[in-house]
């Protein structure tokens, strides 16, 4: 266990106890295997609630399965996907979709982690050409790997654009509750609605165990995804303590009330350190990270004290991440320590 505080990732932190209470729930007694349970069906019934009863629900385990999968499901070899430079996808997949869809990821370079209609097209090109991969899915990080996040507006802006160019919307949603409590709208307000057809939905970071949903918004496009999530190894058997999970997360408006912890705690850290001389914060805050510039010999001082991370080796920039464990002593304490850093230099 860390015994300091940590603002190295969301997925340090544990499982809500309403998360632990529902496993515990299940697990007395026996069900059926692979999803084929009651679990299942209430946890699959809520989230159609939520993301529309046309929508096609399956559980994964982890964010980079949902992503691959759901992305597998739709695409073929010869197609090209195009993402942020940022996105996890290209950068923290370990070249997953290379290698298990076997299509070609196309970067794009975005200074806030997000996608615009005018930074993909020029990107659109080889359409119909043999020789050239055929553009066929744009993917977007919601939250971004940059702490930012697309309105609704710029959603469907950028749906309208891909389904022009016969592509679909695919959203990576691993912080889509993030983005959902900053914005003050509902999870559909950011995808179903505004035309993403394929979501990767997270709830590890959030509150959960382990888990994620993948939606298709489209029944037709989910056809061979059961296939797919067998062969990617994906399909659990004891499903129920996937379920459940969900089943809690959406209830109670537990989701919600995490992520606005964590995008709160987020918003304390940057108003605590963007006054200090020497801190320069480098992107919005909008969902439950902070980039910011400190000079190096505080950062390596500070991490005696606290863990985060540099965002790159090379640079002085770090990402200081906060979820719904954060306390507000603590961030109050870490900017302290900011302070006194910069003073000891
Ligand atoms: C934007 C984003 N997508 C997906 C993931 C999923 O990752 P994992 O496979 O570790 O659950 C992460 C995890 O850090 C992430 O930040």
């Not at 464990?325 to 910069?342: C, G, H, M, N, Y």
Request: hydrophobic residues 40%; contains cysteine.
């Amino acid at each position: 266990m860390l015994s300091f505080a940590d603002f190295g990732s969301d997925n340090h932190s544990g499982v809500h106890p309403d998360i632990l209470d529902a496993l515990r729930n299940v697990n007395e007694g026996y069900t059926v295997a692979y999803g084929l349970d009651k679990y299942t069906k209430k946890a699959v019934e809520q989230m159609k609630e939520i993301f529309g009863k046309q929508s096609a629900i399956f559980f994964v385990y982890n964010g980079t399965a949902a992503n691959i999968l759901g992305l597998k499901t739709v695409t073929d070899s010869f197609h090209s996907v195009f993402c942020a430079e940022s996105a996890h996808l290209t950068v923290h997949e370990c070249c997953g979709p290379e290698c298990f869809i076997g299509c070609k990821l196309v970067n794009i370079p975005t200074s806030d982690g997000k996608l615009t209609v005018d930074l993909i097209q020029p990107y659109l090109i080889g359409v119909g050409d043999a020789h050239m991969a055929q553009p066929h899915v744009i993917s977007l990080t919601q939250a971004t790997e940059r702490g930012t996040t697309y309105r609704p507006k710029e959603i469907q802006k950028l749906a309208d654009f891909a389904h022009k160019h016969d592509m679909l919307l695919h959203m990576d949603g691993a912080r889509l509750c993030n983005a959902a409590a900053f914005l003050n709208v509902g999870l559909n307000e950011i995808c179903g609605k505004v035309g993403v057809d394929v979501l990767s939905f997270g709830g590890t970071k959030n509150g959960m165990m382990y888990g994620e949903a993948v939606v298709f918004f489209n029944k037709a496009l989910a056809k061979n995804f059961e296939f797919i999530r067998k062969q990617g190894m994906q399909l659990t058997s004891k499903m129920r303590y996937i379920s459940t999970q969900f089943s809690a997360f959406l209830s109670n408006d537990l989701w919600l009330q995490n992520a606005s912890h964590a995008n709160e705690m987020a918003h304390l850290l940057a108003r605590q350190i963007q006054n200090i001389p020497g801190v320069q914060i480098t992107q919005k805050v909008e969902a439950n990270m902070v980039y910011a510039k400190i000079p190096n010999q505080c950062i390596t001082r500070l991490q005696r004290q606290y863990y985060f991370h540099r965002f790159n080796e090379h640079t002085c920039e770090v990402r200081l991440m906060c979820s719904f464990t954060t306390k507000p002593e603590d961030v109050l304490s870490f900017a302290q320590a900011i302070r006194k850093a910069l003073d000891a230099t």
